[in-house]
């Protein structure tokens, strides 16, 4: 848990490193690139980097043009800027015409906490998910946000990638093998399985090690992929544990675990609880203290894992 | 500039009428579809297919083609009789229009049918689309053009400046796109219901070479669109005046043919007409 990576940077070196591999990779900024990670991009391929201003429907559109040449763009901004904002483009430009563009919402869920609703990106996964053909990624530590990074470029089709912005401790084995859509389990159990994604994962990790210490015996899985979702290994955790938990860092409407509510509710009924935000508008405040004001800190989260389990 | 015959402005002519003749098939076939705007742009259509264009209809993907995108993707009935008398489709699939299932749906969907580019139909989404066209060519060195149909009611739509902006900061000056200036919308006339006039000065201080032509002279068309960039290192537009239903005497200029329920005497007056027009040509 010492090793902490800064996500943003994570990204653009991975970025730099998939663009020496393969020379269509371009990446698209809307004022945005500095913010982003993509200073060494724009210093080792200057003429790959291409800047939109903050023109946010328009980068979409332009993007999707580029890619009907061949090239693979990379655009990347804050999250509600690249989602919430364009999203018909999303939809239509991307979706709807199939194109290998990968979408990167930075500083999402609740990273930008001083600056409020209008910056937090909460809807992200809940409305990029009803795109036909979209996958989309939630990388859980910097290792995963590497691996994102390359399965997206190899990946040939739209993708979205959620990032944070505060430091992540590493969770993952650096050589693991990633894989889109598959699921990874980070520790067995059989009393509950706790699934987390993204920027929280590591407080779903801290939630199983106080659970375990108190001698409960949680499985932890980390679904770095929302979709396609890792059906086989949710429904196995639910046959084996028979009760599900999911963490995320967004909202309950249309997230993660709603995702899995949606297979269970259909295919296995278990007991569930989500943890997420609600139906609401966030408050501001510092990031950390902000997670706490909603229930997402590890202590928290084991503390409503062990209610549930009463 | 390069000068259009006397004998190819025919030709041309001759073409828009079967294209149109195309249309009505498509009508009649479907029996509903946005004529108006399809008719309004047909003359574009078929200058940029049949004198302008570097396509080859038995090689839709070839990487070295023209691109041309309709972004007012609602008068696609003019864009799916283009491609057929082009070749790149049998001129039997224009009689599934409106059937189930059909490839040819009411906006135009490039994974169903071959020589179309772009899954337009929201309007506004088009000139980005076509700016990261032109920029990807370029990027790879290809001399290869891109051209773009827009509404003027489309115009309205914000984001079309942003994209505006961009070709131009970005000197795309392998783009070319029109706007079908027929002065109608679905609620009226275009300066009434949102004015973006004066259309040529806006277009000026977004960066690009414009120039104003009438729509359905064959000459003006060729001539100008063979012409750009207008001006080195800017996009160019073209502003295009034509008339909404162009060729159907009955429906020319009138805001109910938007959006068409024809009838089975309306689709003969009008096959008629067409005939009458084909006589005109000389």
Known sequence: MNDLRDPRKTFGDALVDAAEKNQNIVALSADSSSGSGLTPFRERFPERHIEFGIMEQGIIGFSAGLATTGKIPFVVAIAPFVTARPFEMFRNDLGYMRQNVKVVGRCAGLTYSDLGATHQSLDDIAIIRTIPGVTVLNPGDPVDIVKAVHAAAAHVGPVYIKLGSPKMPVLMEEDYPFQIGKGVVMQEGSDVTIIGTGTVLSKAAAAARILKEKGFHPRLINIHTIKPLDRQLVLKAAAETGKIVTVEEGYLAGGLGSCIAELLATEHPVPMKMIGIDDLFCDTGPYEELLAQYGLQGEQIAETVETFLA | ?282
């Not at chain 2, 940029?48 to 041309?68: A, G, H, S």
């Not at chain 2, 229009?97 to 749906?105: D, K, T, V």
């Not at chain 2, 002279?217 to 001006?231: H, K, L, Y």
Request: glycine letters at 10%; proline letters at 2%.
């Open chain 2, 1 to 282: 500039m390069q000068k259009l015959s006397r004998d190819a402005k025919t030709e041309l002519e001759k073409m828009a009428v079967q294209i149109r003749r195309n249309v009505l098939r498509l009508m009649k076939a479907g029996r509903t579809g946005h004529i108006g705007g399809a008719l309004s742009v047909v003359d574009i259509l078929t200058a940029l297919y049949f004198k302008v264009m570097r396509v080859d209809p038995q090689n839709p993907n070839w990487t070295q083609r023209d691109r041309f995108i309709l972004s007012a993707g609602h008068k696609c009935l003019a864009l799916y009789a283009t491609l057929a008398e082009k070749g790149f489709f049998n001129h039997a699939v224009l009689d599934t229009y409106g059937a189930l299932c059909s490839r040819l749906g009411g906006h135009p969907d490039m994974h169903k049918v071959p020589g179309v580019e772009t899954n337009t139909g929201a309007l506004g989404h088009g000139l980005s689309i076509a700016g990261g066209m032109a920029m990807g060519l370029k990027m790879d060195g290809c001399d290869a053009k891109v051209y773009v149909i827009m509404g003027d009611g489309e115009l309205a739509e914000g984001s079309n400046w942003e994209a505006a902006a961009a070709a131009s900061h970005h000197k795309l000056d392998n783009l070319l796109s029109f706007v079908d200036r027929n002065h109608l919308q679905i609620s009226g006339k275009t300066v009434d219901v949102m004015s973006y006039e004066p259309l040529d000065e806006r277009w000026r201080a977004f960066g690009w070479g414009v120039r104003e032509i009438d729509g359905h002279d064959m000459r003006q068309i060729f001539e100008n669109a063979t012409d750009i960039p207008f001006e080195k290192g800017k996009p160019s537009v073209i502003i295009a005046n034509t008339v909404k239903a162009k060729g159907l005497s009955f429906a020319e200029n009138k805001v109910d043919y938007h959006y068409w329920k024809a009838t089975d005497e309306g689709l003969v007056i009008a096959e008629r007409e067409l005939d009458d027009i084909e006589k005109g040509i000389n």
